[in-house]
DNA sequence: CGCGCAGTTGAAAGTTTTCAAATGCAGTGG
DNA sequence: CCACTGCATTTGAAAACTTTCAACTGCGCG
């Protein structure tokens, strides 16, 4: 899905804009244009609007795999533990973005989700949702490509972990949420971060003290402005140059 | 696919192993029992065997999306250019192993696949295999598997990069060729990388020196011997004991 | 036989982590 | 309404690991 933290594009939806589905949020999820009949199917297949609260649990790793989840409102924040026990935070999920899509080939969750604070989702149970794509070629097209965004995500963020700094990191994971806030019609350039310094330096594969060192220095240079977890973006093209500039571009001829 | 790198444990196939598909591999990439009917359409499908030469491309990134591949022989390796114009490795894929899987969502490939080695691969057209995936349940099936599994591997290969050594990553890399090699019934301890030092080192987010350097370490501390490509892996359990005493376990109480 | 690329090795430089400690903020109970 | 406790965040300084730069060795191919 999107914790496609490393690309600034704003991930266009896929599909055809023109979904019938009642949920406001389903242009962002399943975006797929159906007829009458096919929509009530799908209807009938989603559970909207549960509620969950901040550190509660919508799945736990290993528990049974049942069901994907889209995301209403609220922030999710998916991870597993590793063979040593430490904790490794594989997502963030914002509304409009669906969970469990990397669980699909295995009887059990590859992962826990977590709310980061009082959130919806809505459930969707997969095997009918399996045997309604294969009735509807569209809605199996969908998930084959939202399964391929997810891969593609997970790949730019194999590539920021493996060759880009703190800074750049941080910068990427920035503009990454502005991207999706902008989506939902939300400010790109003044949120709050649904998670605490904690869960983005273990995303980011950093130290919660290097995390805290780049928003300073970031803030610093007026790049930013911090205060906890607000955030307003102030000079958003000097965040793209700082990923893009990976090497600082000194190389004429 | 299956640089499920961090993944000890041997990836077992998911489906069913009756396959009646002519390819001797198509129990690692296709191992669906289908009847004779479903099994001649399939291979209509399939074209196989084309043959590629070291150094050759099978798809390049941005060039029209229209086919997965399998790999047959060889072994091959996926890259894509940083906007900064590095090359990152994004996979090593062996026999038996489902090359484009990242791409379905889009009209191009999102990275390229070079052949590390003389290799043969076979050709899926992708929107022929959704047709008959939604006529064929348990084929679409196996396609979110396979999907599921290539967005397990990545989330694996990220963990490793956000907190492991350079120790870890690469004891990591040669029990997840061990294990892939076990798969096709060669030799898991005994074996030649297809890859060279680089190219290791661009995967796993370390500078080639330090590849080298952990070679000659492990060398030294009979974990393995090398000669250039040749390794054998001379003490599995010490390198399982590497990756998975992250934290040395010097925790009573 | 020599060129050139792949791999190895050493030493210095740079980032990030780790350890320690201080500060801020929030919810709880008095 | 305030003090208190606990967690989140920030900061400083030293330690650790990896990279970078340089140089050398080895091997394959023309």
Redesign the interface.
């Known amino acids: 899905m999107s914790e496609k933290i490393a690309a600034i594009d704003p991930q266009p939806t ?1 599909g055809i804009n023109q979904s019938c589905l009642q949920c406001s949020l389903s242009n962002l999820c399943i975006p797929i244009a159906v007829n009458k009949d096919e929509i009530d199917r799908l209807e009938d297949l989603i559970k909207q609007g549960k509620t969950i609260n901040r550190g509660d649990h919508i799945f736990k790793e290993h528990s049974p795999f049942k069901s994907l989840f889209a995301v209403r409102s609220g922030a999710i924040k998916t991870y ?1 533990v ?3 026990g ?1 904790e ?1 935070v ?1 997502g963030f999920y914002l509304p409009g973005e669906i969970i469990g ?6 009887d059990s969750y ?2 826990s989700a977590k709310a980061l604070e009082r959130a919806s989702v809505c459930e969707i149970p997969f095997s009918q949702l ?2 309604l ?3 509807i ?1 569209t809605l ?2 969908h ?10 995500g ?2 730019q ?3 920021l ?3 880009n700094t703190a800074e750049e990191r941080i910068a990427s994971l920035l503009l990454s949420l502005s991207s999706r806030f902008k989506l939902r019609k939300l400010s790109g350039t003044s949120f709050r971060l649904p998670m605490p310094r904690n869960d983005i330096g273990n ?3 950093l130290a919660v003290e290097t995390v805290s060192r780049v928003f300073t220095r970031f803030q610093k240079s007026g790049l930013i402005s911090v205060q906890g977890r607000e955030v307003v973006l102030e000079d958003i093209d000097a965040l793209v140059d700082i ?5 600082k ?1 000194i190389n004429p001829k």
């Open positions: 896929t597993s590793t063979e040593d430490e490794q594989t899509l990397d669980s699909t080939n295995t590859s992962c399996e045997t794509a294969s009735k070629p199996q097209h998930f084959f490509s939202l399964m391929s965004k997810e891969i593609q997970s790949r963020l194999t590539m972990l493996s060759k995303y980011l594969g990923v893009k500039n990976h090497s571009c």
